[in-house]
């Protein structure tokens, strides 16, 4: 059974959703939402709507270009605006990932952390992405086909090979406390998850892959992420604590200690 679009976002979806219709035209295969809003944790206060598009060709980019510039206007800065959510697209050409090769190019990925450059005019170019192993395996573990064919159907599986190949691409980021800063929430919140699916093979909500993960950190480590945990639950009020950086270092630390062998 397909679940459903929450009432908490579904206008914002059909926006976004006919946005990226008539930006991207008859080069649109398929749009699916993922992520939170279709996970079984659900919705939390600062969730983002994730969106995933496949398109039949490498977009020109000029096409590239105004999509993202149209979505400033259907997104927002998480906890910045009652009526909107961030959104997060990733928009991928179809014959780059069917069949499925290793990292696979992306043509464009639209999120607010992007919002000043954006408006700047500063752009990314198409990049290959070695987390489309990610996306694309939570996208077929739950998404809502808002166009075109369900993913499962359309999108190949990505071998497990890949899949920890894109989980070390993504550890190999943080290294340092700048690596994290001002982003200590998400962060520690990946980590949680990249954690959980390296030894579970099995994709989980960010706060249920806290609780997974809270109880395997050592005890001192805990307090740092059950507050990225409480902060996306909305228990907490963002910024209400510091992020002690050696704090955040040691759970960085730790996954890795974890998640590394599991790739040799």
């Keep these: 059974m397909t679940a459903p679009i929450p009432a908490a976002v579904a206008a914002q979806v059909q926006t976004a959703t006919g946005v990226i219709r008539q930006q991207l035209g008859d080069t649109l295969v398929a749009l699916h939402l993922y992520g939170s809003a279709v996970e079984p944790g659900g919705l939390h206060p600062l969730s983002d709507i994730d969106l995933m598009a496949a398109v039949s060709g490498p977009l020109p980019e000029a096409t590239r270009r ?6 400033l206007a259907v997104s927002a800065p998480p906890g910045s605006d009652a009526a909107l959510r961030a959104l997060e ?3 991928v050409s179809l014959p780059e990932v069917k069949p499925w090769r290793s990292a696979p190019r992306r043509e464009l990925q639209f999120g607010e952390w992007l919002r000043d450059d954006l408006i700047a005019g500063r752009f990314e170019p198409p990049m290959a992405d070695p987390d489309l192993a990610l996306l694309l395996t939570q996208l077929r573990a739950h998404s809502v086909a808002l ?22 691409a993504a550890l190999a980021l943080w290294h340092t406390e700048p690596d994290w800063r001002g982003d200590e929430r998400n962060v520690l919140l990946t980590l949680a998850r990249i954690w959980y699916s390296a030894h579970t093979g099995q994709v989980a909500s960010k706060d249920a892959a806290a609780d997974w993960a809270l109880a395997r950190l050592p005890q001192a480590q805990r307090p740092v992420l059950a507050q990225a945990r409480a902060e996306y639950l909305g228990e907490t009020q963002p910024g209400s604590a510091p992020w002690p950086a050696e704090a955040v270092a040691a759970v960085v630390r730790t996954v890795k200690a ?7």
């Design 66 to 71: 105004a999509l993202m510039q149209a979505l």
């Design 89 to 91: 697209l990733t928009v």
């Design 147 to 168: 166009h075109g064919a369900a993913a499962v159907t359309l999108f190949d599986a990505v071998p497990a090979d890949d899949v920890r190949g894109a989980m070390a």
């Design 258 to 264: 974890h998640v590394a062998p599991l790739g040799e």
